[in-house]
């Protein structure tokens, strides 16, 4: 998350000296159908992103939908680490999704992981995307999601594609039931979803699908997303 951003944020971490729960599990064995929440034109998703409870940058997902229905959503990543003046980790991602009629037509992605690069172009060739990444080029099938986590109708996939540079990735999510989350001060009913890839990731979803948290765990070292405020 080279990987999607939370796989190369991970082995990055092992590079940067760390600072000075997860939530009970509830049989979600007959829990329904995740609702799909859609975004509407001017929706903005922005996080905080910490270290160990500490500033560590910020993640933002912004929302513009066309008169013809196309939607595009806009990420900016933004991560930063160092020893004083000195900068020991930097991570950059800026990507662009089109959707049409609900699917994935179009994707752009660049990524700078602390000097190392990578890219993806994909576009709508028929009924498949036609990818071409630094770690990817080929086709792949129409309805792929990608690596942005904004759409709860991940929870369902078995592969993601990557924004960063076109990797097919191979995931397994584990519905972990109803949890509460904090945004702004104010408790937040959520469901959490463990998401195992190349780590293992939680992700939150409220009761309409929006994503408002994120969190995981890189040597000994706690990543968390904290919504700035409801959208």
């Known amino acids: 998350m080279i990987r999607h951003t939370l796989t190369t944020l991970s082995l990055a971490l092992l590079a940067i000296p ?9 049989n979600a064995a007959s829990a329904p159908p995740p609702p799909v929440w859609t975004p509407k034109d001017g929706d903005e998703i922005r ?11 910020s993640h933002s997902v912004a929302f513009d939908l066309a008169a013809d229905g196309t939607l595009t959503a806009t990420t900016g990543v933004r991560l930063k680490a160092g020893l004083g003046p000195i900068t020991v980790f930097k991570y950059e991602l800026d990507a662009t999704e089109t959707w049409k009629q609900g699917q994935l037509v179009g994707l752009t992605g660049a990524v700078d992981d602390s000097g190392k690069d990578g890219s993806v172009e994909a576009s709508r060739d028929g009924e498949t995307l036609q990818v ?3 770690e990817y080029s080929g086709a792949v099938p129409l309805g792929i999601l990608p690596s942005s ?8 996939a078995t592969q993601l594609l990557s924004t ?8 397994n999510v584990e519905d972990k039931g109803a949890d509460t989350v904090m945004v702004g001060g104010q408790a937040v009913d959520a469901r959490r979803y ?21 969190a995981f765990e890189a040597r000994g070292q706690q990543i968390e ?4 405020q409801y959208y």
């Open 18 to 26: 760390a600072l000075a729960d997860t939530a009970p599990t509830p």
């Open 164 to 171: 960063e540079d076109g990797e097919l990735i191979k995931v």
């Open 225 to 228: 997303y904290a919504l700035t």
């Open 194 to 214: 463990m998401m195992d890839s190349d780590i293992d990731v939680d992700l939150w979803y409220d009761d309409q699908g929006r994503w408002v948290k994120l």
């Open 132 to 134: 071409k990444g630094t």
């Open 47 to 57: 996080f905080d992103v910490l270290r160990n409870g500490k500033p560590f940058g």
């Open 149 to 156: 986590h904004w759409n709860i109708a991940q929870t369902e």
